[in-house]
């Protein structure tokens, strides 16, 4: 049995810090003035919120896949497209109630303690 190093990743809270990310660059999408519900984006124009959702929280960046099956465990409508027809091959849809979910999770990472 291989024993663990220092280097090694904790591979067991991986699922919940993409969901923390994902929840932050949706919040931080929306900070930034841009409409997210009911839309149908392409994965690529969340890329940006992504990279400084996982800035931000001290984590690795996500690639297409695991960003794509963070959206779909919160609820988002992810649906894969051809390769020829994106660099990230997905297409993102946002219900209201993750929007409002990302945006209140954004707001409470924001506050100050106290």
Known sequence: MRQP???DKDTSAR???AERIVLYALGDFQARGK???GRDLPLDRLRGALRRAADALGADELGD???AAALSALGAGVRRVPA???KHPFRVVVPDALAARARD???QLRQPEG
């Open 105 to 107: 999770y954004l707001k």
């Open 84 to 86: 020829f027809v994106a």
């Open 65 to 67: 896949e695991q960003a």
């Open 5 to 7: 190093t220092f280097f």
């Open 35 to 37: 409409a997210l519900a």
């Open 15 to 17: 699922g919940g810090d």
